[in-house]
Each structure stands twice: as C-alpha cells, then as structure tokens.
C-alpha cells in the first residue's frame, strides 16, 4: 500500500485547509485510513481515522469540532478538512493506514505516508 499525501501549507489562525491522502496498491486490505501529525520537538500524535467500509470518523480531543474526516472510496482518497486552524496545529501530517482501528496507536497503522507541512501563523 502506498498513501500519498497532499494539501498543507501556510495558513493564519482562523483559517481553513483541506488535506488529501490517496492510497494504492493493495487498498483491499485497509480497514481505516487517518492522520498523525508531528510538531518540532514533541512526538508524533494521533489526529483523526475514519474507516473505509463504515465511513466511522475517530478524532483527538484536540481537533474535535474543528477537523472533520471523509473518504471516497472510489477514489480511494481520505480528506480532512481542518477548520479554526491555531498556531498549535502546526505540525508535519503524515497519512496512515491500517488493517484495523482500536484506539489510535502508532502500532495500529502498518503504512504511512511522506509527512506534508502545516503551519498556522498567528
């Protein structure tokens, strides 16, 4: 499986952005695609999954009423789209893909994708 992400960028507080991660390869196999996110210094934290076959969304207390997570599954593409961004936002996003979703570890996700910047100035 192979997850390519898109969509980050710079950004001022308040504001929107909208990232993408298409999947390929053997996508039959993902149960549940979703996003971490990595900010200079500190680990790499969950932000959102959804699963493929159910459209079930999973977000970080952080994020909750702020980022909202969908699929397409005829493109085999997962978008978040991130509202009321904050300076706090600012991270490395990576997509992440896994043949099951329990509660959001790292271990769960066995793909991931090239990390994409997002950085809030406020």
């Known amino acids: 499986v192979q997850l390519q992400a898109s969509g980050g960028g710079l950004v001022q507080a308040g504001g929107s952005l909208r990232l993408s991660c298409a999947a390929s390869g053997r996508t039959f196999s993902i149960y549940a695609i979703g996003w971490f996110r990595q900010a200079p210094g500190k680990e790499r934290d969950f932000v959102a999954a959804i699963t493929l076959r159910a459209g079930s969304p999973y977000y970080a207390d952080s994020v909750k009423g702020r980022f909202t997570i969908s699929r397409d599954n005829a493109k085999n593409t997962v978008y978040l789209q991130m509202n009321s961004l904050k300076p706090e936002d600012t991270a490395v996003y990576y997509c992440?893909?896994?043949?099951?979703?329990?509660?959001?570890?790292?271990?769960?996700?066995?793909?991931w994708g090239q990390g994409t910047q997002v950085t809030v100035s406020s």
């Open positions: 992440v893909a896994g043949a099951q979703f329990i509660s959001g570890r790292r271990e769960e996700f066995d793909y």
